[in-house]
C-alpha cells in the first residue's frame, strides 16, 4: 500500500466539520495499478470535500478534467471531456469492510483511509463506453473511414428492395412446408 500513500487521507486531527482534499490525476496514477487502460493522457482534477462528524464521516467527491481516447467510428484521437460525482459514508466497526460503494466500514481506532480505489474507479466509469469525435458529431469531420463507412453502409433504397425480395417464398420452402403438412 505504500505506494498510494500519495491517495491516503489522515482525518485523525481534524476538526469536526468540513476539510477539502484537491488531487491530480494523471498518468503515473494509473501506472501504480499495473492494469491497462483504454485511453491516454490523462488530466484529472479530483476534489475531495471530507465532512468530519462526531461518529462517521462522509466524503463527496467531484472529478473534471479528461482524457485521449480513440473516436470509435474514425480511429481519430480526441481529448474527451470527464465529469463526475460520487459519495461515501465512512462508519466505523469491528473489521475493514469496504464492499459496499456507498458505506465503507473502518475498524475502530483506524486514523486514516485510503482512496486510490475510488479514485481509479471513479475515473473508468466516468469515461463513456461509446467515443465519438466531436467533429462527427458536428457533421465537420473529414475522416477517410466515415467515407468508407459511408460507401460500404446499406442505404434505405437497397434495404427495402431486400425485404421485398424477402417476402417472394422460395418454391422449395413451400415444398417443405408441404411435407409438414402431409404428415400431420
Not at 491497462?36 to 465532512?51: C, G, R, T, Y
Not at 465512512?90 to 481506532?109: A, M, N, Q, T, Y
Request: aromatic share 12%; with cysteine.
Amino acid at each position: 500500500m505504500k505506494k498510494f500513500k500519495d491517495y491516503t487521507i489522515s482525518f485523525a486531527g481534524l476538526s469536526l466539520g468540513k476539510h477539502q482534499f484537491d488531487f491530480l490525476i494523471t498518468q503515473s496514477f494509473f501506472d501504480l495499478f499495473e492494469f491497462e487502460q483504454d485511453f491516454e493522457h490523462p488530466n484529472v482534477n479530483i476534489s475531495v470535500i471530507l465532512d468530519k462528524k462526531n461518529n462517521f464521516l462522509e466524503l463527496f467527491f467531484t472529478l473534471s478534467g479528461g482524457v485521449e481516447v480513440n473516436c470509435d467510428l474514425t480511429n481519430e484521437i480526441y481529448y474527451q471531456e470527464l465529469e463526475g460525482k460520487s459519495e461515501i459514508i465512512v462508519k466505523f466497526g469491528e473489521e475493514l469492510d469496504d464492499s459496499d460503494d456507498e458505506v465503507w466500514i473502518l475498524p475502530h481506532g483506524e486514523y486514516t483511509m485510503n482512496i486510490s480505489q475510488i479514485i481509479y474507479e471513479m475515473v473508468l466509469l466516468a469515461v463513456p463506453n461509446k467515443r465519438i469525435h466531436p467533429d462527427v458529431i458536428s457533421g465537420k469531420s473529414n475522416s477517410e473511414m466515415l467515407k468508407l463507412l459511408e460507401k460500404y453502409s446499406i442505404d434505405e433504397e437497397t434495404l427495402n428492395q431486400s425485404n421485398s425480395d424477402e417476402s417472394e417464398i422460395d418454391p422449395r420452402w413451400e415444398a417443405l412446408k408441404n411435407l409438414n403438412n402431409n404428415s400431420n
